[in-house]
């Protein structure tokens, strides 16, 4: 299926090296020419439409990645068709906000990750034709109904904060006098670890932390720190405040 995308920011971009890593030709997809879809076209090669009308007359999957409350107008009578595909990666944009019948559409969210092809990305209904195009940037997350997938949209965001927690040890492993540049490695790859560790593993989640967690250990005293300070409490409230706004 030929991929069109509308909207050439940040998050498309990182699905487009991610989908271009994973050895599909630039000159196959076609961007709509605002955002940085003219660079792109110039400096890699991908084809570049005169507007988002040409891309939905020319392309069976269109993804879409605007800014949320640019989503409804950015499809609206762009003469849809039987058979194509828009693939929304706008959060909190329900299905039943974009106009773009007959064609079906499949909600996702990607991470930046996608660059890596490490993307965790959630997807709503699942659409086998486009689960191709998924896992050139990384794994599918297939959820069963939209509410689901509106909650699970707040791991994106938790994405950025675990960047922001990586940073702060990362700052504080080099402020003890440990090279900046080993500082970051170590501290990423403890984060990566860890996440494998949880996805990886059969055991409960409760289990495979309280081996680490031995009494009187490092861990332990960390942790009870870290409760002591509410910080749990504080996650879970961003966690909340992230969902009351993707829901409306």
């Given at each position: 299926?030929?991929?069109?995308?509308?909207?050439?920011?940040?998050?498309?971009?990182?699905?487009?090296?991610?989908?271009?890593?994973?050895?599909?030709?630039?000159?196959?997809?076609?961007?709509?020419?605002r955002g940085r879809g003219l660079d792109l076209a110039q400096e890699r090669g991908f084809a570049l439409a005169a507007d988002n009308a040409q891309i939905v007359a020319d392309c069976d999957l269109v993804l879409l990645a605007v800014r949320p409350n640019d989503a409804p107008d950015a499809v609206r009578g762009l003469g849809w068709r039987e058979g194509q595909i828009l693939l929304s990666a706008c959060a909190g944009v329900?299905?039943?906000?974009?106009?773009?019948?007959?064609?079906?559409?499949?909600?996702?969210?990607?991470?930046?990750?996608?660059?890596?092809?490490?993307?965790?990305?959630?997807?709503?209904?699942?659409?086998?034709?486009?689960?191709?195009?998924?896992?050139?940037?990384?794994?599918?997350?297939?959820?069963?109904?939209?509410?689901?997938?509106?909650?699970?949209?707040?791991?994106?965001?938790?994405?950025?904060?675990?960047?922001?927690?990586?940073?702060?040890?990362?700052?504080?492993?080099?402020?003890?006098?440990?090279?900046?540049?080993?500082?970051?490695?170590?501290?990423?790859?403890?984060?990566?670890?860890?996440?494998?560790?949880?996805?990886?593993?059969?055991?409960?989640m409760g289990d495979i932390l309280g081996q680490l967690c031995t009494p009187g250990g490092l861990t332990r005293q960390g942790l009870d720190h870290l409760e002591a300070e509410g910080v749990p409490e504080a996650w879970e409230g961003a966690c909340d405040a992230i969902l009351a706004r993707l829901r409306g």
């Amino acid at each position: 299926m030929k991929l069109g995308v509308i909207g050439v920011g940040h998050l498309a971009v990182s699905m487009l090296d991610g989908i271009v890593r994973a050895g599909h030709a630039p000159s196959g997809i076609l961007l709509s020419p605002r955002g940085r879809g003219l660079d792109l076209a110039q400096e890699r090669g991908f084809a570049l439409a005169a507007d988002n009308a040409q891309i939905v007359a020319d392309c069976d999957l269109v993804l879409l990645a605007v800014r949320p409350n640019d989503a409804p107008d950015a499809v609206r009578g762009l003469g849809w068709r039987e058979g194509q595909i828009l693939l929304s990666a706008c959060a909190g944009v329900p299905i039943a906000a974009l106009g773009a019948a007959p064609a079906r559409i499949m909600r996702i969210m990607p991470i930046t990750a996608s660059k890596l092809g490490a993307s965790p990305t959630l997807a709503y209904p699942d659409l086998p034709e486009a689960r191709s195009l998924l896992e050139a940037i990384g794994s599918t997350i297939a959820l069963g109904s939209e509410d689901a997938f509106e909650a699970a949209t707040v791991s994106a965001a938790m994405y950025g904060w675990a960047q922001a927690l990586i940073r702060t040890g990362a700052d504080w492993t080099a402020a003890q006098g440990i090279d900046a540049a080993d500082a970051r490695q170590l501290v990423a790859r403890t984060f990566t670890a860890a996440g494998r560790m949880i996805a990886e593993e059969d055991a409960p989640m409760g289990d495979i932390l309280g081996q680490l967690c031995t009494p009187g250990g490092l861990t332990r005293q960390g942790l009870d720190h870290l409760e002591a300070e509410g910080v749990p409490e504080a996650w879970e409230g961003a966690c909340d405040a992230i969902l009351a706004r993707l829901r409306g």
